[in-house]
């Protein structure tokens, strides 16, 4: 009988002794006809799950590389190291590569050294630049497959996207507002420096839905390049100052900074009638339940990053299936609907709810 599996394998999953089966399939008789469907099932079993069994005892090691602050970058490694336990039969180690704001050449650098050294994939959040393009390129060519994390790189050779859809969510976040809002009230659009393709794609999700529903809105947006809570802190007084429409705010930082813009709203003496923010880090979460904030839009990290090491085994040939991007759900939560997850993940005194931005 030809198969490709050991006999102590084919024994395991018949619940069989090794001498029973190795008399089978040998054909050296003494053997009950049952006990020979018995191993004929197991063997088909065994063709079922084959790719499981083909899986067991590899190990795919795994390179993240993220250009965040500090605090997301923990929470993306926390949120893989999770994960890590559950991708089975296979094993996953990662090595990790965590910058705030590296120069996109040490960036470049760091994907290049990735690709000589060797690699099993590379899940990657990194601004939308050609020198990283580039070194996307390289690692394709060195047979070495990108997962792109939270923020695309679409012109890439990247084998597919993990995250949220984030031109959803600005569309959620335009649909939010329109329902709270009256009709002359203007929203500030607060983001950082444009250079990642996911807070472009939340502002075109943004701004195509609320021309949709409501074409007179005026949005006014407001760049902040320095991560510097205090320095945006300065930038939304200034815009409260010039603009006494503005009623709102839709925050497309994914961490941090919306505390900074609740309190250039108290110093204006300014009331904000409905803010909108993404992520349930620590600051969000205590200004969601103090009313703060009106709705977070979220999404599982966790199941992103454990979805990356399945495309990885894709790409491998280790799973069936092509590579292909997923989009993660996008949650509207409010301080009634709170994750569990989440209030279970943030214990009382955390240190983490202040810090930069990503």
């Not at 198969?3 to 084919?10: D, S, V």
């Not at 031109?167 to 929203?187: E, F, H």
């Not at 502002?203 to 945006?232: K, N, Y």
Request: hydrophobic share 45%; charged share 25%.
């Amino acid at each position: 009988m030809p198969h490709p599996y050991p006999i102590r394998e084919i024994a395991c999953q018949a619940g069989l002794s090794e001498a029973t089966v190795d008399r089978v399939l040998n054909r050296r008789g003494g053997v009950r006809q049952s006990t020979v469907q018995e191993v004929h099932r197991a063997i088909a079993d065994l063709d079922r799950q084959r790719t499981q069994v083909r899986l067991t005892g590899r190990t795919f090691l795994l390179d993240l590389v993220v250009d965040a602050p500090a605090r997301f970058s923990a929470a993306v490694r926390a949120a893989l190291e999770s994960q890590l336990p559950l991708v089975r039969p296979a094993t996953f180690r990662a090595r990790f590569h965590l910058a705030d704001a590296p120069p996109v050449t040490e960036l470049a650098a760091t994907l290049d050294r990735i690709a000589r050294r060797g690699s099993q994939g590379v899940v990657l959040k990194a601004p939308d630049h050609p020198l990283v393009v580039g070194a996307v390129e390289r690692l394709a060519e060195a047979g070495i497959p990108v997962v792109t994390l939270v923020t695309d790189l679409p012109t890439s050779r990247r084998v597919a996207y993990v995250g949220l859809d984030n031109r959803a969510a600005g569309a959620t976040a335009a649909y939010l507002l329109d329902q709270w809002l009256p009709d002359d009230a203007a929203v500030l659009v607060t983001r950082g420096t444009g250079s990642f393709r996911g807070e472009d794609d939340r502002e075109m999700g943004f701004r195509a839905t609320t021309r949709s529903l409501r074409p007179g809105r005026r949005q006014v947006d407001l760049v902040d390049a320095t991560g510097d809570d205090d320095v945006l802190r300065g930038l939304v007084r200034d815009a409260l100052a010039a603009d006494p429409g503005i009623a709102a705010v839709y925050s497309m930082y994914a961490a941090g900074g919306n505390a900074a813009t609740v309190a250039a709203f108290a110093d204006a003496g300014r009331a904000c009638h409905a803010f909108v923010a993404h992520d349930l880090d620590a600051e969000n979460l205590a200004l969601l339940r103090e009313g703060r904030l009106s709705a977070v839009l979220h999404h599982d990290l966790a199941l992103d990053l454990r979805r990356a090491c399945h495309v990885v085994m894709q790409a491998h040939g280790a799973l069936p299936g092509t590579p292909r991007s997923w989009h993660s759900g996008v949650q509207v939560v409010t301080p009634h609907n709170i994750p569990v997850e989440v209030l279970a993940a943030r214990e009382p005194g955390d240190g983490s709810m202040r810090g930069p931005r990503r």
